[in-house]
């Protein structure tokens, strides 16, 4: 009886061994290009980033076994790259964001995106109970968020136009407003 257990297991491992896909490659996270670099959080911050949302918008992502399970690997690909493409921390200083405007009302999205609980995901925190954000971790990305959105603001007041002023400043500050 114990033998047909042992034979089973063996099949069985090796069958799974064959149909598993090899885990997904991150692409390279040069430090240079991080948004902890180009924005300096404070340790809290960049815990809770790296707890609840890194697995997706970095490439730091932390693979989970079932992701080389076929068909599950490849969903869990295509969210990771999606997310990715919306932003990505590990290439702030080249994305679009690095723009104090864009990088602004970025961080005021993730605020907002965050205190909604639309982020990260229902799935993501189903399998992931740990990465829900405390409302005291909330709370403190969003305080840093509108300062840091406030100072990129006034930054790119005094460089820019007066054109660009009139046309995108006062939306993202009118989003600002409202958050406080
Ligand atoms: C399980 C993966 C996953 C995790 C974890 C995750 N996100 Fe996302 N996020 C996505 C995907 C996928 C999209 C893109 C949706 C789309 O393309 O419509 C997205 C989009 C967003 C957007 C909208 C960007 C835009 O351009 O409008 C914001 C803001 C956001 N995420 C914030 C966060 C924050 C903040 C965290 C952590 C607290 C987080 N996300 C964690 C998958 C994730």
Redesign the pocket.
Known sequence: MNRVIVLLALLLGATMSVALRRPPVNPPAPPALSMEVALRPPPGVSK??RR??????SNETRWPWYSRVPGVGNL?ER?????R???NFSEWGAGPYRRPRVGAA?LL??????REG????K??RML?PD?K?SPAEIDE?CVWGRTEAKRAMQGAQRNSTERAQRIQTPRVMRIARRLD
């Open positions: 809770l980033l609840a949302c890194y697995d997706c918008h869990l969210d990771v790259t999606n997310a493409a919306a932003f970025m999205g993730m605020c907002a995106s965050i639309q982020m990260p995901g799935n993501y992931h990465a954000p990305f």
